[in-house]
């Protein structure tokens, strides 16, 4: 049974790019939900997913997107990267919004 | 606002001694509360949960951790540390108010264990 993937595990982008992470829940959830997690940091909330719209929004500005498609899989979206961008990047899947949330291991972020 | 404060961000116990990670939370309503522990170059794993039913959750590897309303605490203890419990751990509450399932974890306690 596979659990939460994620890709690419790497990633390297300029200031001022564009970059689409990747996310495939496990197997029989529905909910996806992405945080960022700065080095030396807990991961923080970025948005939920359910049902292909967006349900809960944390502290994030509109350069972070996401998208949700039919068969539960998500993609987050950043544009106009900062170096602050630079971060793990970790899709959690649950089996409704308020399941428990089993992480993938993240796609790593550098801005250069 | 919920909120979780991880007291201590490094931990040395010897191998074989007791580990004690602590875990205070802010909430407005009653919380659920969680432990993750984090490996290098890997995503979270879940240690245990707290969901309003028995106050001490045990969990995986041996750990458990005890809901104390008194103390606003959920701290995780494991009696005898073991070389592979070497890693990070986050405490997190997800305060659960109608539409709002969002975890926030603390900053986390590296724990070393020394052979």
């Known amino acids: 049974d596979a659990g939460v993937t994620q890709s690419p595990t790497h990633l390297i982008k300029t200031r001022g790019q564009q970059v689409t992470l990747r996310c495939s829940p496990k197997?029989?959830?529905?909910?996806v939900s992405w945080y960022q997690q700065a080095l030396g940091q807990g991961p923080q909330f970025i948005f939920q997913?359910?049902?292909?719209?967006?349900?809960q929004r944390g502290n994030f500005p509109d350069r972070f997107s996401g998208h949700q498609f039919p068969n539960y899989s998500s993609e987050l979206n950043v544009n106009a990267l900062l170096l602050g961008d630079s971060a793990l990047y970790l899709c959690?899947?649950?089996?409704?919004?308020?399941?428990?949330?089993?992480f993938g291991d993240g796609t790593r972020l550098s801005i250069l | 606002a919920q909120s979780v404060t991880q007291l201590g961000s490094h931990v040395s116990v010897s191998e074989g001694a007791l580990v004690l990670l602590r875990c205070n939370y802010s909430?407005?309503?009653?919380?659920?509360l969680f432990w993750y522990v984090q490996y290098p170059n890997q995503g979270l794993q879940l240690l245990l949960k707290?969901?309003?039913?028995?106050?001490l959750v045990k969990g995986i590897n041996g750990f458990e951790a005890e809901f104390k309303k008194s103390e606003t605490s959920f701290h995780l203890t494991k009696p005898s540390a073991h070389m592979s419990d070497a890693a990070e751990y986050f405490c997190?509450?997800?305060?659960?108010?109608?539409?709002?399932?969002?975890?926030?974890f603390g900053k986390g306690t590296k724990l070393s264990v020394i052979p």
């Open positions: 959690a899947s649950s089996p409704s919004p308020g399941g428990t949330q089993h």
């Open positions: 197997s029989g959830h529905d909910t």
């Open positions: 997913y359910y049902e292909e719209e967006e349900r």
């Open positions: 909430s407005s309503v009653p919380p659920y």
């Open positions: 707290y969901t309003s039913a028995a106050t």
């Open positions: 997190a509450v997800s305060d659960r108010k109608a539409g709002s399932y969002q975890l926030t």
